[in-house]
């Protein structure tokens, strides 16, 4: 079966310092990858999503970058972090193409947590 | 880009009661309306999900319908009990390649009373 891994599960950080936040999914392969972020309260955001290896789309313009190394490994990072990077951050996937059903798969999410 | 408006953003019941929950999108060319379930500090987990070309889907208690004419879709839960209380979330997208790239809408807390 399929199993998505994130880590590390919480992270505080302060304001300037880097960030690298990493997901791997097991058990399928050329999954789909995402990255959502869910500030306090609020709805999820697409940050950022692959459809392969080195391919990377940014759904919005921000402080972070995105980046898939291989074909089931998703890592978000930052060089400087700001304190509106504070947020719970999801990395997810999906199937590839035809195998896909439409749903989303997430992983225990990392809590950030920018001082 | 698609926008998701969801209400309300909270909503209490008793137990037993029926909870409904509307989403409303902008996007017409959407067709895959997911509905998600998060409890407290973990992740969201699919519940049910209804495509364009259906105008009703039920599993159990749960229940969506989903209006594409005037873009707005629904869930209903009936016989509420307290461990429904959770964030719903409603999201939508165009299918095809985009699928996984929800519009997520704000979120519903929902709160079932004993």
């Known amino acids: 079966s399929q199993t998505i891994h994130q880590w590390p599960a919480t992270l505080v950080q302060p304001v300037g310092s880097p960030l690298s936040l990493e997901c791997t999914v097991e058990?399928?392969?050329?999954?789909?990858l995402y990255w959502y972020r869910q500030a306090a309260g609020r709805g999820l955001q697409l940050l950022f999503y692959?459809?392969?290896?080195?391919?990377i789309s940014s759904e919005v313009p921000q402080n972070l970058s995105a980046s898939r190394p291989q074909d089931r490994q998703f890592i978000l990072s930052s060089k400087k972090l700001l304190l509106s990077d504070s947020g719970f951050y999801l990395c997810?996937?999906?199937?590839?193409?035809?195998?896909?059903?439409?749903?989303?798969?997430f992983g225990e999410g990392s809590r950030l947590t920018v001082l | 880009g698609e926008n998701v408006e969801q209400h309300p953003s909270t909503l209490s019941v008793q137990e037993g009661d029926s909870a409904v929950i509307k989403c409303t999108y902008s996007d017409s060319a959407s067709n895959y309306f997911p509905w998600y379930k998060q409890e407290l500090g973990k992740r969201p987990q699919l519940i049910i999900d209804?495509?364009?070309?259906?105008g009703e889907k039920k599993d159990q208690r749960i229940a969506v319908t989903l209006n594409k004419t005037a873009k707005h879709f629904s869930l209903h839960i009936t016989e509420t009990q307290p461990e429904d209380s959770a964030v719903y979330f409603c999201a939508a997208s165009d299918g095809g390649t985009s699928y996984g790239k929800l519009t997520f809408g704000q979120g519903t807390i929902l709160t079932v009373h004993p």
């Open positions: 058990g399928t392969s050329n999954p789909n």
């Open positions: 997810a996937w999906s199937a590839w193409e035809s195998f896909n059903t439409g749903e989303l798969f």
């Open positions: 209804i495509r364009s070309n259906v």
């Open positions: 692959s459809v392969g290896i080195g391919q």
